[in-house]
């Protein structure tokens, strides 16, 4: 058949092996390098972007505790400043670009069309295009610091220390248009989650069923799609004055150093929130499953979301507060920055409440959970503290400042999705993981970044600032970093035993079945792992809590039905919903495996290396490449139902 | 429940209900928020202290051509809307034609402004502003080349008869597109050559 019916009505049957053994074959991603290569299963590619953020992770961990031996004590030499520079970079660098967005996008990759009762994301060629510029990106942005030329004045840039006359080497060029490319993942993968929110949540799942991992995640995506094209913007302009002579950042010249940070600050911030809020997602979705009862306030703690975000876009210049701007600026982005704590407090009264009104059972992703609310209590206090302009000058560029962003980016990602790889590790492998190696590794971690990081408040509040490479024996700072050193070890050794505890599950685990955890959500109601089609018949739901119906549903409302509704098997096919109540709305055509994706990924990669080598014929390959590519994935296709019906219509 | 569900449904890219189409409202959003910032830029180093006459450099540019180039892209959008409407009718014809009309006025609209970079007495290098000035522009006309390349393949694609009235998704997703590239050079077009007239300098 190479054309495809305009219409159909599709039959409600209950499932069968034989319609899993048809779908089955109909979805499942050829085997070998080539099947490999050329996925576009959104598990696949969702544990690919889970793997890679780990490693990356682990690479930005390993260069933080080398320089945390320089730091340790007064007057020690292990680096020399220009290495420590580049240290302190490529780890800010790695943490927050490379590591705490994509690990976010990985789980909510693999999770969302589960959590969804959809057989895939919205766009599965976009996703894994996604994914392969994000990998391009990363190893773009690690050739230079491999080659000893790593950008090297921190992660936010400044210039004009990033500018030409003060930064001579392909350091910042690299570090520029990895960026950019890296942008590029973000945003296609941004939209596919958007897209993917309002048409493939399967029937019955309107806007106000929807789990809160879904609205952390659409709430960042959102985000990316507004805010990603000013630091996109500011890495090319920075690109194009240190390389074809245009003044944009060049005060010297007429520019403004300053439109460097509003355009950095403008995409940075709200990225910090995009960096938490499916964090906190993820702890508003697993959180309850322990506490054994629904999560408190279901609808407060969605609009919170969407709310802290759209404040979020208002509070860039809480980073410039020392960059003497006017009065009345200070005082708006002071105020914006202080009612960020209402809707941030509401998520924390909403978790603290579970916690109080459930029957908690104190496994290791409850107590990952858990110590998330504390932490991000501790985080939100420092960040509330510096929102207050004088304080913000008393602290700014200290270690207090450090202090508060790691409480923020450790406290609200790396604990939350560590506990979350704990909750959810059954379903992705069909094991469990290791519950008393969990413990170990629970409170190695919290121990050991509490005595990491707690000490900086105190070390910035002595007045040490941060990125200094060493310090004088005078300071009386010796002691404080002694004890963050060790605590920063204890911690590394703790995400060790996490790695560990992964390795060993995986293979000697105990088996899961499709729910061990009694969780509520339509993730739980497949197998552990998946089929590659996820459902074989589309799900239809009636509540927020379709496995946990039969023992909070009031008598007489409508049931979900899980195990009999929508058969569609006349090729790759997944139902379109209505955006916001969710009423089935088309049969889409889904792609198949297809080489595409990574072509335009590699061809996006000639083209920044192109513009790194100031290679003009190399940059005309690449562009040629991509309109090639470009022009492959959008050729209209019979089997993707974009083409008239020839025979029929004659 | 369950049996409700049984009613008939459109398959596959159909009109607004293809991802596709989502897709590129999303993109055009993100686009839209890159030029916002491109202008943002503009203003920002609009309103500094610049040396007498640099910002703009030799005075506000000449409105001549500009306007008559303006006028050439919005005409590009009526046409493709009218191919749009066209396939909507199943009208093949006006689809190939209305498609290739705004292609190519699209690329007049992109040969008038090569000469107009041509003329201006300052180069990508000599200021703020007119580093501002080539790049803003030169962004524009980066979308108008790839909107052309998008207009050109929708039209070889219609004259191998690929669309008919019920599966058009590429060309509403592609027109969507090109009519946001004219929207948005109305944006850039005033920012350079109508606010220097109200009086917009340091």
């Known amino acids: 058949m190479t054309s495809t019916d305009y219409e159909r009505r599709p039959s409600v049957a209950p499932e069968t092996p034989g319609l899993a053994e ?7 991603t050829a085997p070998g390098l080539y099947g490999w290569l050329a996925t576009v299963d959104h598990k696949e590619i969702g544990i690919r972007y889970i793997i890679t953020a780990f490693a990356f992770l682990i690479l930005g961990g390993i260069e933080a505790l080398i320089f945390r031996l320089q730091l340790s004590w007064s007057n020690l030499h292990l680096l020399t400043p220009e290495q420590y520079d580049q240290l302190f970079t490529v780890h800010g660098m790695t943490m927050i670009f490379l590591y705490a967005g994509p690990v976010l996008s990985g789980f909510s990759n693999y999770l969302w069309p589960l959590l969804l009762g959809a057989r895939d994301m919205a766009l599965p060629r976009l996703n894994a295009l996604s994914y392969w510029i994000y990998l391009c990106a990363g190893i773009v942005l690690y050739s230079g610091f491999a080659i000893g030329f790593g950008p090297n004045v921190g992660w936010f840039n400044y210039v004009p220390l990033a500018a030409r ?29 958007v897209v993917t929110f309002l048409r493939m949540r399967c029937p019955g799942m309107s806007i106000n069923r929807v789990p809160i991992l879904a609205w952390g995640t659409l709430t960042a995506s959102a985000a990316n799609i507004f805010a990603i094209p000013a630091v996109s913007l500011a890495f090319l302009l920075l690109w194009m004055d240190r390389n074809v002579g245009t003044h944009f950042f060049d005060v010297a010249a007429g520019g403004s150093a300053l439109l460097w940070q509003h355009l950095f600050w403008m995409f940075g911030h709200p990225w910090v929130y995009a960096i938490v809020l499916p964090a906190m997602g993820m702890v508003s979705d697993g959180l309850p499953v322990f506490c054994r009862r629904p999560l408190v306030g279901y609808s407060v703690v969605a609009l919170a979301t969407v709310a802290t975000m759209v404040l979020g876009f208002g509070v860039w210049v809480h980073h410039m507060f020392a960059t003497g701007l006017p009065g009345v600026s200070l005082s708006f982005f002071s105020a914006a920055s202080i009612i960020i704590a209402l809707p941030s407090a509401v998520g924390v009264f909403a978790w603290l409440a579970t916690i109080w009104t459930g029957r908690p059972i104190f496994t290791t992703p409850f107590l990952f959970f858990a110590s998330f609310i504390l932490l991000f209590t501790i985080g939100g206090v420092s960040g509330y503290m510096t929102g207050s302009v004088p304080v913000d000058w008393q602290l700014t560029d200290t270690y207090f400042v450090v202090a508060h962003l790691h409480y923020v980016l450790i406290g609200i990602n790396v604990f939350p999705v560590v506990g ?215 050729w209209p296709s019979a089997s993707l139902g974009e083409t008239a019906e020839v025979d029929r219509d004659g | 429940m369950a049996e409700r569900l049984e009613q008939r449904l459109p398959v596959g890219a159909m009109d607004t209900r293809a991802s596709g189409w989502w897709a590129m409202i999303f993109t055009v959003f993100t686009e839209a928020s890159l030029f916002v910032y491109l202008l943002f830029s503009y203003y920002y180093l609009a309103v500094q202290p610049h040396a007498p006459g640099t910002f703009p450099e030799g005075g506000p540019p000449p409105l001549g051509i500009a306007a008559i180039n303006t006028a050439i892209l919005l005409i590009s959008s009526v046409a493709v809307g009218w191919a749009q409407l066209g396939i909507e009718r199943n009208n093949r014809w006006r689809l190939v034609a209305g498609l290739g009309t705004g292609a190519l ?18 180069g990508l290098s000599s200021t703020p502003y007119s580093s501002l000035y080539f790049v803003i522009t030169g962004f524009h006309m980066a979308h108008v080349a790839v909107g052309v390349l998008m207009l050109l393949a929708l039209t070889w694609w219609s004259k191998l008869g690929y669309f008919n009235n019920r599966r058009f998704a590429h060309i509403h997703i592609g027109a969507l597109y090109w009519h946001f590239v004219d929207a948005v050079w109305i944006a850039v077009f005033f920012t350079f050559y109508i606010t220097p007239l109200l009086g917009l300098k340091a």
């Not at chain 1, 048809?22 to 499942?28: G, H, P, Q, T, V």
């Not at chain 1, 570090?175 to 945003?187: C, D, F, K, N, R």
């Not at chain 2, 006025?105 to 300052?122: A, C, K, S, T």
């Open chain 1, 22 to 28: 048809r779908l089955n074959r109909l979805w499942e």
């Open chain 1, 420 to 634: 979350a790889t704990y909750f959810w590790f059954p379903k992705f492998t069909g094991r469990m993981m290791d519950e008393r190696l969990g413990r170990w590794n629970f409170w190695t971690m919290f121990v050991g970044f509490n005595l990491g990081f707690f000490p900086m408040h105190i070390s910035g509040l002595l007045g040490m600032p941060r990125r200094i490479y060493t310090y004088g024996d005078n300071m009386g700072w010796d002691w404080i970093n002694l004890i963050t050193t060790v605590g920063s070890f204890l911690f590394g050794l703790g995400v060790l035993l996490f790695v560990w505890n992964v390795a060993k599950s995986l293979r000697a685990g105990v088996v899961a079945g499709d729910n061990p955890w009694d969780a509520p959500t339509l993730e739980w109601a497949t197998s552990s792992p998946p089929p590659p089609y996820n459902f074989a018949v589309i799900p239809t739901v009636a509540s927020r809590h379709p496995l946990w119906e039969d023992r909070l549903a009031r008598v007489g409302t409508e049931k979900s039905v899980i195990g009999r509704g929508l058969v569609l098997e006349q090729g790759r096919e997944a139902l379109g919903t209505t955006p916001l109540d969710a009423q089935p709305n088309v049969i889409l055509k889904m792609p198949g495996d297809t080489l595409v994706p990574l072509c335009l990924a590699l061809a996006m990669s000639v083209l920044t290396i192109g513009l790194a080598l100031v290679n003009w014929f190399v940059v005309a390959a690449g562009v040629v490449l991509i309109a090639a590519a470009i022009l492959a994935w959008l």
């Open chain 2, 105 to 122: 006025l699209g690329m007049i609209f992109l040969v008038i402004q090569w000469f107009e970079w041509g003329d201006r007495p300052f």
């Open chain 1, 165 to 193: 006359a003060y930064n001579d080497g392909p350091n910042i060029d690299i570090y520029a248009l990895g960026m950019i490319l890296l942008g590029i993942s973000t945003t296609v993968g941004s939209i596919n989650f």
